[in-house]
């Protein structure tokens, strides 16, 4: 089956990585950045070095811009705990929509909430 998705958008069979480091929170959607940052600062706080793109799930629908979101961020190292975090050896998502975005991901995410909400 042939799916049509955005300009920029990718529908892809499996995404997976190894050693990632997972945080699940639910925030306004205007607290994206701070979320992010804090969450990157806790691994590094902890010793840990990205191996990869970080990634995050949107796991609701984001009524009054409120999202549970989950961070996801493969790591170098075979093991780290942080608190509130979990770790994976490996991780696994089949079935992906996705898109990158290398800059303003905070007013990105607004729009991209809102065209969710639109589905």
Request: charged share 25%; glycine share 6%.
């Amino acid at each position: 089956m042939d799916y049509i998705v955005a300009e920029g958008v990718t529908n892809e069979a499996i995404f997976e990585a190894r050693y990632v480091i997972r945080k699940r929170k639910t925030f306004h959607v205007s607290q994206m950045r701070a979320e992010l940052d804090a969450f990157m600062a806790a691994v590094e706080a902890a010793g840990g070095h990205p191996a990869g793109p970080l990634v995050y799930s949107l796991n609701n629908v984001p009524y009054e811009g409120e999202m549970a979101i989950e961070f996801f961020l493969p790591l170098e190292e075979d093991y780290i705990e942080i608190e509130g975090m979990r770790f994976s050896s490996y991780f696994e998502l089949n079935n992906v929509i996705m898109i990158s975005l290398d800059h303003d991901y905070e007013e990105l995410t607004k729009k991209l909430m809102l065209a969710y909400c639109g589905l």
